[in-house]
């Protein structure tokens, strides 16, 4: 009977671990599907803004910062999908919204991108 009993507690201890486990994949999966949509939302913003056809970010801040600066519309749009798909049903306060160049930098503030990252290559 003590045998038993031993044998119970770690079959209900693995049963619990594995729900864990489970639980924490799931969240990941959703964190993950989360951030590929606000992702998209937002290069489509700036796909259908044409800013990727400006030739100089520098003469054009006020046109790059309108679609993706801190406040611009593409950022909002991000922030706004992330935070519509929240993780284990739980919306998040927040969403932190990063523009990546390419070469493993990034901006919140694409109004700083050199002009190189601007030019349309297929335009």
Known sequence: MVLVAVAMVAIVAMAALSIDVVTLYLAREEA?????????AAAR???VSGITSTADPGTDTADW???AGTTGTAT?????VGIQNGIGSTAPDSVNVTYSTGGGGSTSDCSS???VFAVNPIG
């Open 32 to 40: 993950q599907r989360s951030a590929d949509a606000a992702a998209l």
């Open 45 to 47: 913003v700036i796909s």
């Open 65 to 67: 910062t309108y679609i």
């Open 76 to 80: 909002k749009t991000a922030q706004a």
């Open 113 to 115: 991108l050199p002009k």
